[in-house]
């Protein structure tokens, strides 16, 4: 009798509830929410006192009397504790080592630029300038404003 007061659990012999194997529980894989494994324990009492009209009861102290015991439960079969490895699983290990591979080029790709800069400035190489590229096309309204200014007067 799980839960319940002392003194009730006190007037039956044997009555000694261990949470770990009358408790409700449920077992769930972290990743997905999947339920693996489960079960519900439940037990029914009566309440006994005494009764004036019935002799039989005179000596009945109040107490909680077990009546029945109800313990169900439920697990994943083989196939799908499998089903979940394979496809779930796998991948996730797989996923984990791609994420440290991407820290580490990540972390080798931040120390690798700024040096490769600072080697290049002090050769001097970034002391080039770059000029603005020149393109073969025109606008129209350029083209417009090149003879205005040009002062095209064959009008």
Not at 36 to 41: A, D, F
Not at 43 to 52: G, P, S, V
Not at 83 to 108: A, F, T
Request: aromatic share 6%.
């Amino acid at each position: 009798m799980l839960g319940v007061a002392e003194e009730y659990t006190a007037l039956i012999d044997g009555m000694d509830p261990e949470p770990e194997r009358h408790q409700i529980f449920v077992d769930v894989e972290p990743y997905t929410g999947t339920p693996l494994n489960g079960g519900k324990r439940v037990q029914f009492n009566m309440f006994l006192r005494r009764i004036d009209a019935i002799k039989l009861t005179d000596r009945l102290q109040p107490t909680l009397f077990p009546v029945i015991w109800i313990d169900e439960g439920i697990a994943l079969n083989e196939d799908m504790v499998k089903l979940i490895d394979d496809s779930l699983m796998k991948v996730l290990s797989l996923l984990d080592v791609v994420q440290w591979v991407l820290i580490g080029v990540g972390l080798l790709l931040a120390v690798l630029m700024p040096t490769v800069y600072f080697v290049k400035r002090c050769r001097g190489e970034s002391s080039r300038t770059v000029s603005p590229a020149v393109t073969a096309t025109t606008s129209a309204a350029s083209l417009s404003t090149v003879a205005g200014v040009t002062g095209d007067r064959s009008k």
